[in-house]
């Protein structure tokens, strides 16, 4: 276990549902991430937040909506995909951001029907 | 971002040591190197990093080139556990996000 869970580990959703991701790391970590990884393609930073506050967004659709209400959740919320946008979605944390290691949670597995 | 090359996949026996290769020729002086894995249905995992001296810990050895452009993560001892993607990875430090910029890697199979 890394100590960053991620809920739920598994959905399926049509394009006109809106649903969301969830993460909680409890690690006390300040920097929190998500990525994206599709098939046969590089994983891909979506959004970093640091002590709450997003510090990057890498050129992401806005149907992707991020939240981290604190330093230990974060959130995506979802609406209108894409199926294209079926992908695995990891959420990361680290200390702050200029520590070198990132601890992965193990992901959510999205359809988008 | 300055770029990494490794090869698509490599295969070992359990209990031999294992070479992973990666290649950065564009690597700038002040770029770390990264290394992260991922096991079958499982998030990215550290595994060690490195700026110009060779590292080691308790998961892996970093043998970094004397020009810096190429490096080898060492598995000492290969076990099944550590069949995964491998990813070699180069991030400036300082200021601003973690930008790990991760890239295909490299698949490493253990025959038991």
């Known amino acids: 276990e890394t100590g960053v869970t991620q809920t739920p580990r598994h959905l399926v959703m049509g394009m006109t549902n809106k649903k969301s991701l969830k993460c909680e790391q409890h690690l006390g970590h300040n920097a929190m991430y998500w990525y994206k990884q599709s098939a046969k393609k590089p994983l891909e930073l979506m959004f970093v937040y640091n002590f709450k506050e997003q510090t990057e967004n890498n050129s992401v659709p806005s149907r992707f909506s991020p939240e981290c209400p604190n330093s230990s959740h974060l959130f995506l919320h979802l609406h209108t995909l894409q199926p294209e946008d079926s992908a695995l979605y990891l959420c990361?944390?680290?200390?702050?951001?200029?520590?070198?290691?990132?601890?992965f949670g193990p992901g959510t597995r999205l359809t988008v029907l | 971002d300055a770029k990494t090359t490794q090869p698509n996949s490599m295969e070992s026996n359990e209990e031999e040591p294992v070479h992973l290769p990666c290649n950065h020729s564009?690597?700038?002086?002040?770029?770390?190197i990264h290394w992260y894995r991922q096991l079958p249905s499982q998030g990215p995992e550290y595994v060690i990093h490195?700026?110009?001296s060779n590292v080691n810990n308790r998961m892996a050895s970093l043998a970094i080139a004397e020009d810096r452009k190429s490096s080898t993560l060492i598995l000492h001892r290969a076990t099944l556990r550590d069949a995964a993607v491998y990813y070699c990875?180069?991030?400036?430090?300082?200021?601003?996000?973690?930008?790990?910029?991760f890239g295909q890697g490299t698949r490493l199979t253990i025959n038991p």
């Open positions: 990875i180069l991030r400036l430090p300082g200021e601003g996000a973690q930008k790990l910029v």
């Open positions: 990361a944390s680290s200390r702050g951001l200029d520590y070198n290691e990132q601890f």
């Open positions: 564009t690597i700038s002086g002040t770029d770390y």
């Open positions: 490195g700026l110009t």
